[in-house]
């Protein structure tokens, strides 16, 4: 051993970190909203005309809060392991937030479409998106101006919060829901919240 | 079948780079003449086979060869021809494809001009950057293979992100992986000696051009980037102590410090054990760099498309190429002997000076960069550190630099006296006083930080125009003064030159980071904004049809005391292939300021003709800070031919 093998030292101590950073996500920041009552919201249910729905309505249920839109790509990847949580029915709920189903795609010129026609093409875009990739929710909210987004504090799609029976929030999840974090993360808090 | 040819050439140029680094190596060890022997043609092969690789791809972006996915991923037929090709270091792939073309013809040049290199030395050189090269090459083909085909292709590619749409684009990355890559051969120079145990004069010698031929590419990419920020972001800043800046930054840093250190060792034997380990560090972090990039560990503006394998990858090869050199290091170090005796006072203790503050400075960069990962690993939460903590932090470190960059040329080696260093610079230090006092006053607000960067920029700059003109006359003779003037040693003119270039630099970071005025407006057509004496009157917004986009066109004309001076255009760009719109700058640059105008979104989106948030800028001697940098690289670029190292070496050749 002589002293010049600090630096090696110093080195190896840089890659150990290096490597834990490797398994670190940088872009999962944790949401203040956990530990907090949901944000209130009162919005048109899709295919049901005239429906509105809150989270006051679920209160005594455990259920998934998830954030999607048919121009999101990641949500496309997120989708199957959406429905195979519901088909395996445990009966945790999933209510789908539809954030800005237009006004988010990049591909549409917002000033091209007429007022008007926005929300009905909207819908017209989430159902026919859920027919054919399947439709895991109990239902789906839209929130076709990104108000709800807001309070929230969206800022990727897909977003997935867990809630508890008194509403409160007890975990955001930014980015696609991997079948990984659904069996090791959100079925166990589900089922601890369940008790 | 060109990509699948380039597929091929990218293979057996990673069996070559492995034999060239095998082969050369074992032969220089065991003295097997033929092994060693192997080096320069293998490299020639090398060279030849990554050349023609690229090539290839470079093909299929020129052809619009959609059925490769990289292609497919970053371009488009509507793209033109110029942003097509240099598409092809538009992503992860190809840039690392870049990186391996100009790691090749690095080796390439070492090749061709170190012909008076000792066949040994040359063979352990070329093998070193042989293994490197093998190590990126296993990279490229089992993560990032740029020649991945999408069977069956599609009709049309995703295009090139619009930012990156931009002249800038074009040579930035070129020119920083030149610099980044430029440091594997002071690097290689470094393990070459320490496998030979033959850390002299004649090793520091051969390694000084190479290092500051790095140093110059890294310092002009980093340059170009900052200019590219500034002009293409909309937002006016040149700097932003982003994680991917300061990979850049951190080589250069260290590379400043060995090539200084690299003086003291070449002219006195002195430092030799620190040098090496400083031409360690500078490559080692470049792949440093390369790692925070493109593994996702950070996040950034920059952020290449990350996977997990890739960053498992580059830690494995960080570990193989950078442990082995520190544990080689360890080995061999003690038992190298020290230099020259120096006195507190001399060349040498400032120079060491200049390179404990300029790693200190690296060191707290990297802190800096490194922090927010450490704080995550910790579980302890998750921060961002930004600007406050670097200026707070770097810029104390760096006064004392610039302070002694003044006097450094003054001290004699070995041993100085400070009373006639003192008497030589006393004037200088006098008159740079007199500028600072001054220069603040002109502008019409005190600023004492402000007044302390002009008083170090004029210090340098004074000190340096009197320690060459003293050198001139003490050299003169009978000749004229001209004469005497070019009859100075390049590595002398350009050590001053670059050392003029950072108080050329300094200013501007001083001047424009008190004067500069933004405002941020909303304006109607026919309206005027005023900044710093500047009017900007809004003729309105029309429609423009590029090539690939859809802009809106902003027309504003500039004046001052009512006359009119210029129209400026700055735009919004849709691009067809991209949601988030592009902003492009009109900037009147000019050596004493640059008047900037970016257009922000239309108050009413339906009505694109009516008001419009606009930003415009003021910014006193912003361009200085890229000048500086270019004439600090023009210093390097006159150093680098210094007569010295092209004579020593045909002496050397006579004696082999």
């Known amino acids: ?195 | 079948m060109i990509p699948e040819l380039g597929h091929f050439a990218l293979i057996f140029s990673a069996i070559v780079a492995l034999l060239l680094g095998t082969l050369p190596l074992i032969g220089a060890h065991q003295g097997r003449p033929a092994w060693i022997a192997l080096a320069r043609p293998a490299t020639d092969v090398f060279a030849l086979l990554v050349t023609f690789s690229f090539l290839c791809l470079t093909w299929a972006f020129i052809a619009n060869d959609f059925s490769v996915v990289y292609v497919a991923q970053h371009s488009n037929s509507l793209l033109p021809i110029e942003y097509r090709i240099s598409a092809v270091w538009g992503g992860h792939e190809g840039s690392l494809l870049l990186w391996m073309l100009m790691m090749s013809w690095w080796a390439l040049a070492v090749r061709l001009f170190s012909r008076q290199l000792p066949d040994v030395m040359l063979a352990r050189v070329l093998g070193t950057l042989g293994l490197v090269c093998f190590g990126f090459l296993l990279f490229i083909l089992f993560t990032s293979n740029p020649f991945e085909r999408l069977l069956p292709g599609v009709a049309e590619g995703r295009d090139l992100n619009p930012l990156l749409q931009d002249p800038g684009l074009i040579i930035h990355p070129p020119l920083l992986y030149m610099g980044y890559v430029g440091f594997s051969v002071a690097y290689a120079f470094a393990i070459a000696a320490l496998l030979s145990g033959k850390l002299d004069a004649a090793w520091a010698r051969w390694s000084r051009p190479w290092t500051t031929a790095a140093w110059v590419f890294l310092t002009l990419g980093i340059a170009m980037g900052s200019w590219w920020a500034y002009y293409e972001l909309g937002w006016g800043g040149w700097w932003f102590w982003d994680p991917v800046e300061n990979a850049s930054f951190m080589p250069w840093l260290i590379g400043t410090a060995l090539m200084h250190s690299l003086a003291a060792t070449e002219k006195r034997g002195s430092f030799k054990n620190w040098t090496v380990l400083l031409a360690i560090s500078a490559f080692s972090l470049s792949l440093l760099g390369t790692f925070l990039v493109r593994s996702g560990v950070l996040t950034s503006v920059h952020a290449f498309a990350t996977d997990p394998t890739r960053g498992i990858f580059i830690l494995i090869f960080l570990v193989a190429v950078v442990g082995t050199s520190l544990a080689l290091f360890a080995w061999r170090a003690p038992s190298v002997g020290l230099g020259g005796k120096f006195g507190l006072v001399s060349r040498e203790s400032l120079l060491l000076t200049n390179n404990v503050l300029l790693v200190v400075s690296c060191a707290t960069v990297l802190l800096g960069t490194l922090y927010p990962l450490l704080i995550d690993a910790l579980g302890l939460g998750k921060i961002s550190v930004g600007p406050p903590y670097f200026d707070a932090v770097f810029v104390p470190v760096m006064v004392p630099v610039l302070f002694l960059m003044g006097i450094a040329p003054f001290a004699r080696w070995k041993e100085a006296s400070l009373p006639e260093i003192q008497r030589a610079v006393r004037w200088a230090l006098a008159a740079a006083a007199v500028v600072a006092i001054a220069l603040p006053l002109i502008y019409g607000e005190w600023k004492t930080l402000t007044a302390l960067g002009i008083l170090l920029a004029g210090w340098i700059l004074f000190t340096a125009g009197l320690n060459f003109f003293q050198r001139v006359s003490a050299t003169r003779g009978e000749r004229s003064l001209l004469a005497s003037v070019f009859s100075q040693p390049a590595s002398f003119a350009g050590m001053h030159l670059a050392h003029i270039g950072v108080a050329v630099f300094v200013v501007g970071v001083a001047m424009v980071s008190s004067y500069e005025e933004e405002k941020d407006v909303k304006m109607a057509p026919g309206e005027t904004v005023e900044v710093s004496g500047y009017s900007f009157t809004f003729n309105g917004v029309q429609a423009v049809q590029g090539p690939n986009y859809q802009a809106a066109q902003g027309e504003f004309d500039l004046s001052m005391d009512g006359r009119f001076i210029r129209k400026l255009n700055p735009e919004k760009r849709n691009y067809f292939s991209s949601s988030m719109p592009m902003t492009e700058a009109a900037i009147d640059a000019g050596l004493w300021r640059d008047v900037y105008v970016s257009l922000g979104e239309p108050i009413n989106p339906d009505q694109p003709e009516g008001e419009w948030a606009v930003r415009v800028y003021y910014k006193p001697f912003v361009d200085w800070i890229w000048g500086g940098c270019v004439i600090m690289s023009l210093g390097g670029l006159i150093a680098m031919f210094d007569r010295r190292y092209r004579n020593r070496r045909k002496t050397g050749g006579k004696q082999a």
């Not at chain 1, 872009?27 to 209130?40: E, I, N, Q, T, Y």
């Not at chain 1, 295919?47 to 839109?69: C, H, I, R, S, Y």
């Open chain 1, 1 to 195: 051993m002589n002293r010049y093998f600090w630096v090696l030292g110093a080195f190896i101590a840089l890659v150990v970190l290096l490597a834990v950073g490797l398994n670190l996500n940088p872009r999962d920041v944790p949401s203040p909203l956990v530990g907090k009552p949901a944000p209130a919201f009162r919005l048109a249910v899709l295919g049901q005309e005239g429906q509105t729905m809150g989270p006051e309505d679920l209160k005594g249920k455990v259920w998934l809060f998830n954030v999607w839109a048919s121009w999101c790509v990641s949500c496309r990847q997120e989708h199957p392991v959406l429905v195979d949580f519901a088909r395996r029915g445990n009966g945790t709920p999933i209510v789908g937030l539809n954030y800005k189903e237009l006004r988010g795609d990049g591909a549409i010129d917002m000033r091209r479409v007429p007022a008007e026609q926005e929300v009905p093409l909207a819908l017209e875009r989430a159902s026919g998106w859920l027919k054919t990739h399947g439709d895991p929710y109990l239902l789906t909210v839209m929130d076709i101006d990104g108000r709800v987004g807001i309070d929230y504090g969206v800022y990727g799609v897909p977003e997935t919060y867990v809630i508890d029976k008194t509403g409160i929030i007890r975990m955001k999840h930014t980015g696609p829901i991997s079948p990984q974090i659904l069996n090791e993360k959100i079925l166990p808090l589900v089922a601890e919240l369940n008790k």
